[in-house]
């Protein structure tokens, strides 16, 4: 079974342009979160979509924006980029919305982005 | 504050050794717990779930503490294979954020030959 797949894998942008990062979740689930790990950090939490609806958003800038589509994939978007966005962005699914049980997070691979 | 905070080591054990990581975690109202792995330039994947009971899955032990707010994980028998940043995570399963999980920064740990 394919498990959650990130596109693009990396990329290169510089200040002041825009990016979308696409994201399929593992098919059945419901559920697609956004995470931001910077170098030497762990990942922080950018929205959380269930069922096509914002359900959660972290402490970031209103330039990142994300939808959810009803095939449950999703798209972050990042505007004005700043050399501070260079990260590895994960995208997540679970089933549901909780994270107790069997409702656990599985992460794609990630999309690396640099920004110059 | 931040919610998860751990040691970032860095770890370098032998082979056969047994480490230890711990955390300490700043929201008494948490619910769940977890210890991720992450290779190096990988994606995090779950290691175990951590119980109030604590909790074993072959070398790796999971201890929590919820009146010190504090999670544990011991690795026995240390293979070259364990080499890898562990990040101990914490999630709400209810409320605003519910489904959110709360990353510590990670623990690398390298065991050499």
């Known amino acids: 079974d394919a498990g959650v797949t990130q596109s693009p894998t990396h990329l290169i942008k510089t200040r002041g342009q825009h990016v979308t990062l696409r994201c399929s979740p593992i098919s059945g689930h419901k559920s697609v979160s956004w995470y931001q790990q910077v170098l030497g950090q762990g990942p922080q939490f950018i929205f959380q979509y269930y069922e096509k609806e914002e359900r959660g958003r972290g402490n970031f800038p209103d330039r990142f924006s994300a939808r959810q589509f009803p095939n449950y994939s999703s798209e972050l978007n990042v505007n004005a980029l700043l050399l501070g966005d260079s990260a590895l962005y994960l995208c997540?699914?679970?089933?549901?919305?909780?994270?107790?049980?069997?409702?656990?997070?599985?992460f794609g691979a990630g999309s690396r982005l640099t920004v110059l | 504050r931040k919610e998860v905070e751990q040691d970032p080591g860095p770890f370098n054990v032998p082979e056969g050794a047994t480490v230890a990581f711990n955390c300490t975690y700043s929201n008494s109202a948490s619910q769940s717990f977890f210890w991720y792995r992450q290779d190096c330039r990988k994606e995090p994947k779950l290691l175990m779930s951590?119980?109030?009971s604590g909790n074993e899955d072959g070398r790796f032990t999971a201890q929590l503490n919820r009146a010190s707010q504090y999670i544990s994980l011991l690795i026995r028998d240390s293979k070259l294979s364990d080499s890898a940043t562990y990040l101990c995570?914490?999630?709400?399963?209810?409320?605003?954020?519910?489904?959110?999980?709360?990353f510590g920064r990670g623990t690398q740990l390298t065991v050499w030959p």
């Open positions: 951590v119980y109030s």
């Open positions: 997540a699914s679970s089933l549901a919305q909780g994270n107790s049980g069997a409702n656990v997070l599985t």
């Open positions: 995570v914490v999630a709400s399963d209810r409320g605003s954020t519910l489904g959110r999980l709360y």
